[in-house]
């Protein structure tokens, strides 16, 4: 848990981002996703064994934060989730993509998105959007979401039926990320920094993603590096052993530590720096994400300066 001094720091903040931005989407922590026993949600053992390249791979995962830096998306190259309820209409989604039997089933899906009012894809050249229907267990995922004159249009994305009972995977070769993992899974929720715990693990980015290899939870990859980098899919974790306290990291950097002690970080994307994700504002109404960081960059010289990125260990998929 952070430190006591962690927490009262996180306890005004909490105060602070309620106060000053007046959103009520982050007023509390909304029911996490997916499957209690998914790759997401479900606690990892103390003894949950260690993969036999986990020394080489933490290595390769510190040389690359060394070089690229380390960052948290959320204004831009993260995800807005749109929860809505039942009564909100569906829009049609154009799918802008060559007409095929695996097409026309994405296409079909996307037939009819509760997209609401206002609604906007995050800033950045993958353009993701989630809109999440709680009431009939639905979600849906976009990539490259943009609204022209004749309506909305997406390059790809994926739907989820049954919500509460899927891993938080999407079966090749749909969803809107490289590797077929939910946009949603490992997404950090500011209402979860708030109250001091992230019920699940916590996605990242790595800037050198091996090519044509992946483990368990991916499904596929897009990486570029032959005979070297981090393979999509590997779930890093911190050791149960670790006193996340003793590293007195600021209030937000403390909470992911002891998400990635007990849930672990798993490589869901290709990035510019080796990041994690952030519930982007568009979705909120206004943007909680500077006071949660204590007014610094959240890199690897400020919010993350002392996350412990040595002490990792690679779990055996």
């Not at 929860?83 to 154009?94: C, H, L, N, S, Y």
């Not at 997209?115 to 639905?138: N, S």
Request: glycine letters at 10%.
């Amino acid at each position: 848990m952070p430190s006591s001094r962690a927490r009262a720091m996180g306890s005004l903040l909490c105060i602070l981002v309620l106060l000053c931005s007046g959103a009520t989407a982050v007023a509390g922590t909304p029911p996490a996703p997916f499957a209690p026993d998914g790759v997401w949600n479900r606690p990892l053992a103390a003894g949950a064994p260690i993969a036999a390249d986990s020394e080489r791979l933490v290595g390769e995962l510190v040389r690359q934060v060394r070089t690229y830096g380390s960052w948290v998306n959320t204004t831009r190259y993260s995800t807005p989730v749109y929860r809505v309820d039942a009564a909100q209409p569906g829009v049609r989604v154009t799918l802008d993509a060559p007409d095929s039997a695996v097409n026309r089933r994405l296409a079909d899906a996307l037939a009819s998105v509760p997209l609401p009012p206002g609604a906007r894809p995050a800033a950045g050249d993958d353009g993701h959007a989630v809109v999440w229907r709680p009431a009939t267990d639905e979600m849906w995922e976009l990539w490259r979401l943009r609204e022209l004159a004749d309506g909305w249009h997406a390059s790809w994305g994926g739907k989820i039926d049954g919500v509460s009972t899927n891993p938080g995977v999407h079966p090749w070769p749909y969803g809107a990320t490289a590797t077929g993992l939910a946009l949603h899974g490992g997404l950090i929720l500011p209402s979860e920094v708030q109250a001091g715990d992230i019920p699940h693990a916590l996605a990242i980015s790595v800037p050198e993603l091996t090519a044509s290899v992946f483990a368990a939870p991916a499904n596929r990859t897009d990486g570029t590096i032959a005979g070297g980098g981090i393979p999509a899919g590997t779930r890093f974790r911190l050791p149960p052993t670790l006193d996340i306290r003793s590293l007195r990291l600021p209030w937000t950097a403390a909470v992911m530590a002891q998400a990635a002690q007990r849930y672990g970080l798993v490589v869901r994307d290709k990035g510019g720096a080796v990041s994690f994700y952030g519930e982007d504002p568009k979705s909120l109404g206004s943007n909680p994400w500077p006071l949660l960081f204590e007014g610094r960059y959240p890199d690897q010289n400020g919010m993350l300066a002392r996350f412990p990125w040595d002490k990792l260990q690679v779990v055996a998929p």
